[in-house]
C-alpha cells in the first residue's frame, strides 16, 4: 500500500504552526479520553484572539483532533505526533560518549569493544580486529538521565524488543506484515544464518544472527533462566560470550541446525518455510536435548 503523496504532504502541512501543536498538547495531557470544551481549550494556550483559534482547531479537526458532544479529544494520529515531538525524535541529536564494554568477538575472541555513536547509529566495534559487532538506533531519549552504558543498555533493551516482535509476524513500527528471510553464506560471515525482517508497509528492516533469533524462544530463555542468565535483560554484546559456545550447522536434511550450548546439547531444527510465513517462534522444536560430558 502506498501512502499518496499529496495526502502526506496535507497531513504534515496542517502541523505546520505552533499553536496547532499547542492545541494537541493541551488535548494530550487530558488522560482517559476525556473531551475537552472550546472554551477550555483556548484558556490552555497560548492566544489572545478567538476567531484565530477557532480557525487553526478546525484545520486539526478529523484527522489530528475529533469532535464530540462534549468538546474535543485528540486523535490516535494526533497522540502519536505529540509523543514523537516530546521525544525530541525529529529536532534532538543524543548526546553520547563513547564507552567500553565486555564482550566476545566472533571474529578474533578478544573481549573488549567500545560503544561510539556517529549521529546516524551507535555501534559496538570490537578494540582488537575493529569488526562492528552491533549496531542500534540511538534516539535522544535513550540518552536523557543516563549514563552512556544506561543509555547503550536502553537501546539495546528496544532492539530485543523490536526484533522479538518482528519474528512474530508484526513490524514493531507500524503494525503491518513482516516477510522473513534467510541469509547465509559470505555475505554474513562470521555468522552461519542471518533472520532479516521487512516490513511490507513502511520499509522497516531488522536483521540479526539466528543465534540472537532464538534467544526469544521460551525454552531457550527457560534453559538458561536455570544457570542464573537472563536472556531478557543481559545485554546482547554480554551474551555473545554464550552464543560463541554454540554450534550452527547447515544439514542438507533440515534447512538449518543448531546445536547449543555450554552444559546442555539442544538440537533445534527450523523450518525456512515457517520463517517465511512469519512464524518463526511457533515453529522452532527443541528435541534431543542431554547433557554432555
Not at 542471518?194 to 536483521?207: M, P, Q
Amino acid at each position: 500500500m502506498e501512502p499518496e503523496i499529496p495526502n502526506v504532504e496535507d497531513a504534515f502541512a496542517v502541523l505546520a504552526s505552533s499553536l496547532r501543536l499547542q492545541i494537541l498538547q493541551a488535548l494530550a495531557d487530558e488522560t482517559d479520553g476525556i473531551s475537552r470544551s472550546f472554551t477550555d481549550l483556548y484558556e490552555a494556550v497560548d492566544t489572545s484572539n478567538t476567531s484565530q483559534f477557532s480557525y487553526h482547531l478546525n484545520e486539526l479537526t478529523d484527522r489530528y483532533v475529533q469532535q464530540t458532544e462534549e468538546g474535543y479529544v485528540i486523535s490516535d494520529a494526533g497522540r502519536r505526533i505529540i509523543q514523537s515531538m516530546n521525544a525530541g525524535e525529529y529536532t534532538l541529536q543524543p548526546d553520547f560518549e563513547p564507552v567500553t564494554v565486555s564482550t566476545h568477538c566472533p571474529y578474533c575472541g578478544e573481549t573488549s569493544a567500545e560503544a561510539t555513536y556517529d549521529g546516524q547509529l551507535a555501534t559496538v566495534d570490537c578494540l582488537s580486529c575493529e569488526f562492528t559487532l552491533l549496531r542500534y538506533d540511538l534516539r535522544p531519549a535513550h540518552v536523557e538521565n543516563r549514563s552512556p552504558l544506561q543509555a547503550l543498555k536502553a537501546a539495546d533493551r528496544q532492539m530485543r524488543a523490536e526484533y522479538g516482535t518482528a519474528l512474530t509476524g508484526v513490524c514493531p513500527r507500524c503494525g503491518g506484515s513482516i516477510d522473513l528471510d534467510v541469509l547465509t553464506g559470505s555475505k554474513v560471515d562470521p555468522a552461519t544464518a542471518l533472520i532479516v525482517c521487512d516490513c511490507r508497509h513502511c520499509g522497516t528492516t531488522l536483521s540479526a544472527p539466528v543465534e540472537i533469533a532464538l534467544l526469544h524462544h521460551p525454552e531457550v530463555v527457560s534453559r538458561y533462566w536455570d544457570e542464573d542468565v537472563n536472556t531478557v535483560t543481559t545485554p546482547i554484546w554480554e551474551m555473545l560470550s554464550h552464543l560463541a559456545k554454540w554450534s550452527v550447522e547447515l544439514d542438507e536434511s533440515e534447512p538449518l541446525t543448531v546445536v547449543a550450548a555450554e552444559n546442555e546439547r539442544i538440537r533445534i531444527d527450523v523450518s525456512c518455510e515457517a520463517w517465511a510465513q512469519a512464524n518463526l517462534i511457533d515453529s522452532v522444536r527443541l528435541h534431543n536435548c542431554r547433557r554432555t560430558h
